[in-house]
Every structure is written in structure tokens, then in C-alpha cells.
């Protein structure tokens, strides 16, 4: 069975840290591209960044360029996003993506609000 369960979200006040997780069960976490989606109130999901699985290639959104990096653990089957210099914009549920041949997976989702 395959599980994504994201972990990490929270309130921050504007300009502070976050770093999320995503454990990952039931595939070859190695073979899966790994990403990170958001999706504030009343808006679409968007990418917010993504790895490969082959040479971890990293690409993100203009949005969270120079203040987010994605990065995965092989061996620990889990991607992180660590956020710095939130801004209230940042405000939504973060779901985990893996994609691999055929086949694609969503996590439940995890909460993170920027607010003073």
C-alpha cells in the first residue's frame, strides 16, 4: 500500500522557518520524482518545487526561488522542504507528489499558515 505522509506544517509568523517531511512507503522511492504542491483557499494547486529521481534535479517556482529548497533521503524514502522568509502569501496545504512510470500519488496534505 502506498503511503505519502507529510509532516512539519504549522503557524509561523512572516519571516520565520519551516521545514516539511514527507515519509514515503509502498514504492521504489528512488525511482519517483518527488514534489511539493500548494494549494491556498480558493486557488489551484500549484507546483511549488520538485527533484528528479536521477541526478536530483531540483527545479521551483519563481514564488519560492531563493527561499525554499527541496531535498530527499534515499535511504530515509523521504523529501523535505525546508521554507525560510515565509510570507503570508505562502499560507496553504503542502501536498507530497510522487510520480513514477505510470503511476502517481498524493499525500493528505499538511497545513502551514503564515500569520503575526
Known amino acids: 500500500q502506498v503511503q505519502l505522509v507529510e509532516s512539519g506544517g504549522g503557524l509561523v509568523q512572516p519571516g520565520g522557518s519551516l521545514r516539511l517531511s514527507c515519509a514515503a512507503s509502498g514504492f521504489s522511492f528512488s525511482n519517483g520524482a518527488m514534489s511539493w504542491y500548494r494549494q491556498a483557499p480558493g486557488k489551484e494547486r500549484e507546483l511549488v518545487a520538485g527533484v528528479t529521481s536521477i541526478g536530483g534535479i531540483r527545479n521551483y517556482a519563481d514564488s519560492v526561488k531563493g527561499r525554499f529548497t527541496i531535498s530527499r533521503d534515499n535511504a530515509k524514502s523521504t523529501v523535505y522542504l525546508q521554507m525560510n522568509s515565509l510570507r503570508p502569501e505562502d499560507t496553504a496545504v503542502y501536498y507530497c507528489?510522487?510520480?513514477?512510470?505510470?503511476?502517481?500519488?498524493w499525500g493528505q496534505g499538511t497545513q502551514v499558515t503564515v500569520s503575526s
Open positions: 507528489f510522487a510520480r513514477l512510470t505510470g503511476q502517481a500519488y
